[in-house]
């Protein structure tokens, strides 16, 4: 089936927004609005009052409880937080993103590698797996759990923020969610019906990150500058960090942001917080 020309332009159109770039048109492509949705992708962290309904939440848990998962030990959970004082306890502890607050749904998704040593001692066996592979296979799972509730979410109009912040405080939220050994949370997500359009948050050009056979960064100081200047036209920053310490930049760029951002230390406590769920990172 051919793509209607519009889907096309879409497609062509979301590429430009993301990347700067123009692909060449491949033809017979079916089922390109889901295409089009996934390069339309755009975090929302404003949200109307419609309440999300809790059976179209069931829905989204069984889409994104469907994705793939390593050696299919499912190690990805996720918690609602429906409890309004617990809603606050995070929401207080994220004060500067007011949307933790505000969003009608707030779930957390947790790495889980307590189950498959359950199982092991269920079945009488000894588990072997205790080294850091196992704490990363239940990141990846998670994360690509969160992954697919986002873009299932977005196909039924539903707007999402994923929230790594709450792992600034992740002892706190692993006892007030009762996360129990071996089991840690990747992130939180606002969910709700988005109350504005958003917009496409430009990235990096795929020469920088797909590379043919060999890892290559040869252009890499040239194409950043490039990408930095693109993105300041489509949405210029409106606030540079750390004026104090660093002055005021005359460019202002992608690249200025995150290095500034990256000066300070963020989350250095969480590595004792994983072995404190009981995880050897060896
Ligand atoms: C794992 C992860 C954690 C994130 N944590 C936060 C967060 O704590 N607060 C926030 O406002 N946005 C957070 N975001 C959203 C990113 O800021 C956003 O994805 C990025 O700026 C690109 O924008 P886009 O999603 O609209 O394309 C997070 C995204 C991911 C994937």
């Given at each position: 089936m051919k793509p209607s020309q519009d889907t096309q332009s879409q497609l062509q159109d979301s590429i430009r927004q993301r990347f700067g770039l123009t692909l060449a048109e491949v033809a017979?492509?079916?089922?390109?609005d889901e295409l089009v949705r996934l390069l339309q992708h755009r975090s929302h962290r404003a949200y109307t009052d419609r309440r999300v309904d809790d059976a179209l939440l069931q829905l989204l848990y069984a889409c994104a409880l469907s994705a793939p998962t390593k050696s299919d030990l499912q190690q990805a959970d996720i918690v609602r937080v429906a409890d309004p004082s617990k809603r606050q306890v995070i929401a207080d502890l994220i004060d500067d993103m007011p949307w933790v607050r505000a969003a009608p749904v707030f779930l957390v998704f947790c790495g889980n590698n307590r189950r498959i040593r359950q199982v092991s001692t269920l079945r009488g066996k000894?588990?072997?797996?205790?080294?850091?592979d196992a704490f990363f296979n239940a990141t990846v799972d998670a994360a690509i759990v969160l992954s697919t509730f986002i873009h299932a979410a977005s196909a039924v109009g539903l707007g999402c923020c994923p929230i790594s912040a709450i792992r600034d405080h992740a002892d706190v939220v692993s006892q007030l969610l009762e996360l129990p050994q071996w089991v840690f949370p990747i992130a939180g997500l606002c969910v709700g019906y988005p109350a504005e359009p958003g917009h496409i948050s430009p990235r990096l050009p795929l020469n920088v990150t797909v590379h043919t056979d060999r890892f290559d960064e040869g252009e890499l100081e040239r194409s950043i500058d490039d990408y930095d200047h693109r993105r300041h036209g489509q949405r210029p920053y409106t606030r540079q960090r750390d004026i104090e310490r660093?002055?005021?930049?005359e460019f202002y760029g992608w690249s200025e942001d995150k290095a500034r951002q990256y000066a300070h230390p963020q989350r250095d406590r969480f590595g004792r917080y994983v072995r404190a769920q009981g995880f050897n990172l060896d």
């Open positions: 017979g492509l079916p089922h390109t000894s588990f072997a797996n205790d080294h850091l660093f002055g005021a930049a």
